[in-house]
């Protein structure tokens, strides 16, 4: 089991320059790190201080490849809604990732089976070293909704209510959030060498006092963290974490 780390940070201007911080050291020490980009919102303001330092040379990502974390099921290409879309205007775009550096999830076809041989190609390349996550405010992990075991592989799934409720923040309106999704399992991800979940928001903090002082199961996926096998740090604002 890894370090589990909590980072307190006053705001968002600050949550992203720590969290700029962590990725950037990670990367330094693991020029070809395999890094899992989360989309959301919470992490939006750590890449643009990520693509800052690549403008200013003093970040090289060149050898890094991003891997992709979730996706919506059933969505034309060029959908507006497509996550990797957003992963490409957030993080691949300013950052200059492309190619072959970009893996991106199985969204057509024999999904069990393109899983299946999604896990085992990440694994044949060496897994993930570093995941930047999201918390979502049902404790999901990528779209690992709650119930979800440690070991769970990379799947199709079903959103929870909940989750498309949040997500309708993104895209206007519920009625426009799809209901199926692929997501990155628990088991890969619980792997990766290190992880840094960022969380941000009054909104959050029941959940983020949960899953680091509650007990560790299915019905808090990101209560797995606990319990992780790489460095984990948390970096939550003043307003998620509270006045302790
Ligand atoms: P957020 O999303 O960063 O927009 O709050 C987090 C999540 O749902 O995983």
Redesign the pocket.
């Known amino acids: 089991m890894g370090d589990l780390r909590i980072a307190v940070v006053e705001d968002d201007e600050a949550l992203s320059r720590t969290g700029a911080d962590l990725v950037a050291d990670a990367i330094a020490r693991h020029p070809t790190a395999a890094v899992v980009p989360?989309?959301?919102?919470?992490?939006?303001g750590l890449y643009a201080e990520l693509a800052g330092r690549r403008r200013a040379g003093t970040l090289d990502v060149g050898r890094v490849t991003a891997v992709q974390l979730d996706e919506y099921l059933g969505l034309d290409a060029g959908d507006r809604r497509s996550l990797f879309g957003w992963m490409h205007r957030s993080f691949l775009d300013p950052l200059g990732i492309e190619g072959e550096h970009v893996v991106r999830l199985p969204t057509d076809g024999d999904l069990e089976e393109a899983c299946v041989s999604f896990d085992r190609e990440l694994l044949a390349r060496g897994g993930i070293d570093l995941a930047i996550?999201?918390?979502?405010?049902n404790g999901?992990?990528?779209f690992n909704e709650p119930p979800a075991e440690a070991n769970v592989p990379t799947r199709a799934v079903d959103l929870s209510p909940m989750?498309v409720e949040?997500?309708g923040?993104?895209w206007g309106d519920v009625a426009d959030v799809p209901t199926r999704a692929v997501t990155l399992g628990l088991g890969p991800l619980l792997s990766a060498r290190a992880i840094v979940l960022?969380v941000?928001?009054l909104?959050?903090r029941a959940i983020v006092h949960r899953l680091l002082e509650g007990p560790v199961g299915p019905s808090v996926p990101a209560s797995f963290l606990q319990t992780a096998e790489g460095d984990v740090t948390v970096v939550v604002d003043r307003s998620a974490w509270g006045n302790r």
């Open positions: 989360a989309t959301g919102n919470t992490p939006m996550l999201g918390l979502g405010s999901h992990l990528g989750t949040a997500n923040r993104y960022v941000s928001g909104g959050k």
